[in-house]
């Protein structure tokens, strides 16, 4: 889905209010044409710059004071620049007085005639005044403007289909806020009920016997029938009726000076007396100077009309054009009606007449000419019927042994979608399923009573009458903004079409398939394990946050593949958030340390779903066959004048080997030696350690002793490698005698 470009106008006007005049300043870029078009409509040229600057002084004043428009900038501004101008006008009648108010607005050729400019300032006005300003902006775009969704994206911060909606709402909106203003002046209930039908009569949604009761009321009503006469150009002629409703006469200029159009007087009545007789009635034409008065601000700009089409989920049905008759149509000779054969009487009459025709019959009797009957075309201009689709929620199920199930599944979100179509209704009947980014497809196989094609996100009923309920499910997502977790069902049968929408909320929750610890490959010098993240459909980004007590160390390589790990916040971010790759972590074997001194944590954010898995590492473990104290042979014996003893570690080539070594009072431990070895000792503590990178062969230590026995002669040597550890112990001269 594109997303519109830069901050919208409502934003922009937030920022305004807060103080910043940059965001003004993008304001008047974005609207400033538009503002000089409008004052060329009221003053010379070379002034119009001068009036649009000071509009947009006042405007910004009137933000700052928390004033002026939320949404509706545009509309906003051109209305002040009328004003602007009217009191530049007042306030020069103090020097100044003239009779003629247009030779300053000088407008285009427009006619100019109170009872219209009453009527723009009446109901359509107020209708337009009712709407939401959100609606109002997008009417004025789309509908006075003439500008393209895609080019109205960005001031609304929309994107071009959801401008297309809204539009379409929009207009919807402001035929109903019309017929309002006129239903408060109804006086008789078969005036109510027609007014109140007239909008969906306008766009043929009544049905046969309900369009004949509006059209007998309109043959009698003149009332009635000029509401009807405006309520069309409230359907197709937006333009013409919201600019003069909004800036007064100079509207319909502005609209000129934006289309290219000229709009004049002649053009005005001569579209009017067509779009009268076009709709056959009587008694408006009869009335004349009421409906002319009521329609001539709105026909004047018939050319502007657009498409109203609204955007759904699956295609609409078009209208149908009326069918043109063939250039040569064949031609019918007319049948003569068959006479009966004369019937002979039975008797001869039995007296004659007595007196004779004294003249011929002047006309000669005429054949019959047989009469065709046209059928009634079927209407098929698209009929938004609100009924037609229903979005639900299931109710919650019983349970055994009491109490309810909620209708929300722990991993999806439940729907009913529910088809009221027409009595007897034999049109295909078809729904279309769109859904953001965080959903997925919500339908296995196909459901009762429905043929789906996944592929074309379209579901058909089997059964047009009375389609079955439909129950799809979502599965929960996990982030996403609101666009990405909404879904909209269209559904049309004929002409009769409907689109509704859900939100689905995605709090944020624990989910403990999120994270896994896993052990890696067996090692005895090193913990190894790995990370692994669930993978998800709506993720934007995944981060890890590791912590570990005092015994371990920082477990991760510098650039593990698909991540980017930092020490120092000790945290790593998936580079593939979707379907993140395991993470190899490696811990070296604590050699001490309590329980939490050797714990390590981790926490995995994935959107708005969390999980946190923990596990504690043992230490060192004891391995009895890892250290041996050899005497040597005295053919081996490398210093006869000594006692010489070998510490060799079993199974260990090119490690590195720590030997912690202590011995008794007797005893003295000399200097060694060995190559590749280093030893550290202090003189007034018996004890050294000893410790090599790449161990290759018995260390050879080296003493002097005085003759006892027990542990003042003891020498105890602890041995370390990786994830190991062995203690022995050796007497020193041996009991035997033997060096």
């Known amino acids: 889905m594109e997303t519109p470009e830069g901050p919208s106008d409502a934003e922009l006007i937030a920022r305004v209010r807060n103080g910043d005049l940059e965001a003004y300043g993008e304001l008047f870029g974005r609207h400033h044409h538009a503002a000089e078009r409008m004052a060329r409509q009221l ?27 939320d949404i509706s900038f545009r509309a906003y501004l051109l209305t002040t620049v009328r004003r602007v101008h009217v009191d530049r006008i007042r306030s ?21 005639d109170p009872t219209v400019t009453g009527f723009e300032s009446g109901a359509a006005a107020k209708a337009f005044a009712s709407l939401p300003e959100r609606w109002q902006a997008v009417l004025w775009h789309t509908e006075v403007e003439g500008e393209k969704p895609a080019a109205i994206a960005p ?18 909106g402001l035929r109903q806020a019309y017929l309002q203003q006129h239903l408060a002046d109804v006086a008789g209930d078969r005036c109510r009920w027609t007014t109140e039908r007239l909008g969906a009569y306008v766009r043929g949604g009544l049905t046969k016997r309900e369009n004949r009761n509006v059209r007998e009321h309109l043959d009698d009503c003149a009332k009635c029938t000029a509401v009807y006469l405006e309520l069309v150009e409230v359907n197709s002629a937006l333009p013409a009726l919201l600019a003069p409703a909004l800036l007064g006469t100079a509207g319909l200029g502005y609209l000129a000076a934006a289309s290219g159009t000229k709009i004049g007087l002649a053009g005005v009545f001569v579209t009017l007396w067509r779009k009268a007789t076009e709709n056959s009635t009587r008694t408006a034409v009869g009335a004349g100077a009421v409906v002319v008065v009521a329609v001539a601000a709105v026909i004047a700009a018939m050319a502007l009309t657009g498409n109203e089409t609204p955007p759904a989920a699956i295609d609409k049905p078009s209208v149908s054009q009326p069918t043109k008759p063939p250039a040569n149509p064949p031609t019918v000779p007319p049948v003569k009606p068959t006479q009966p054969p004369p019937v002979k009487p039975t008797t001869a009459p039995t007296t004659a007449p007595t007196t004779a025709p004294t ?16 059928p009634t075309p079927t209407p098929t201009t698209p009929v938004l019927d609100e009924g037609l689709l229903t979005i639900s929620i299931p109710p919650a199920k019983r349970i055994s042994g009491g109490g309810s199930a909620p209708a929300a599944a722990a991993a999806g979100m439940s729907f009913v979608i529910t088809i009221k179509t027409p009595t007897g209704n034999q049109e295909p009947v078809v729904i279309g399923l769109k859904y953001g980014k965080a959903l997925a497809w919500p339908l296995s196989g196909n ?7 996944k592929a074309a996100g379209t579901c058909t009923a089997t059964n047009s009458a009375k389609p079955e309920p439909m129950t799809v499910s979502f599965t929960n997502p996990t982030g996403g903004t609101n666009p990405d977790r909404t879904f909209t069902v269209s559904a049309k049968t004929g002409r009769f079409y409907d689109d509704d929408s859900r939100t689905l909320e995605a709090p944020a929750r624990t989910d403990e398939n999120l994270l896994k610890i896993l052990n890696g490959p067996a090692d005895n010098d090193v913990h190894h394990r790995v ?14 946050k590791i912590s570990y007590g005092s015994s371990l160390q920082w477990p991760f390589m510098k650039n593990p593949a698909g991540w980017k790990c930092s020490p120092t916040t000790k945290t790593c971010t998936s580079l593939t958030p ?33 999980d946190t898995d923990s596990e504690t590492l043992p230490g060192v473990r004891n391995d009895e066959s890892l250290l041996q104290i050899l005497t040597p042979s005295p053919h081996d014996d490398p210093n006869p004048f000594v006692y010489n003893r070998f510490l060799q570690v079993n199974g260990v080539t090119n490690r590195r080997v720590t030997l912690d070594i202590s011995w008794g009072k007797n ?3 000399l200097n060694a030696l060995d190559h590749g070895w280093t030893c550290s000792r202090s003189t007034d503590v018996r004890r050294a350690t000893c410790w090599t990178d790449s161990y290759r062969k018995p260390f050879n230590s080296e003493w002097s002793a005085w003759p006892g026995k027990g542990s003042t002669n003891t020498v105890t040597v602890y041995a370390r490698v990786g994830g190991r550890q062995d203690t022995d112990s050796v007497q020193i001269p041996p009991a035997s005698g033997s060096r």
């Open 43 to 69: 003053v010379p040229a070379g002034d119009a710059d001068d009036l649009a600057s000071d509009a947009f002084a006042k405007v910004l004043d009137a933000l700052r004071g928390g004033g002026g428009p």
């Open 92 to 112: 020069g009648k103090k020097v100044q007085t003239t009779d003629d108010i247009a030779a300053y607005e000088r407008e285009p050729e427009t006619f100019d």
């Open 155 to 172: 001031l609304l911060g929309l994107t071009a289909n959801g401008v297309s909606a809204l539009a379409y709402r929009a207009r919807e």
């Open 359 to 374: 003249t011929a019959p002047t006309t000669q009797p005429t054949t019959p000419t047989p009469t065709t009957s046209t």
């Open 447 to 453: 459901p009762r009573g429905w043929t789906c094609d």
């Open 531 to 544: 990370l692994t993240v669930a993978p998800g459909l709506d993720r934007t980004a995944v981060t890890l």
């Open 578 to 610: 979707l379907k993140p790759v395991p993470l190899p972590a490696v811990f070296p074997v604590p050699e001490g340390g309590s329980a939490s001194a050797r714990t390590f944590t981790v926490s995995a954010t994935a959107g708005l779903v969390s």
């Open 667 to 669: 005893m003295s431990f």
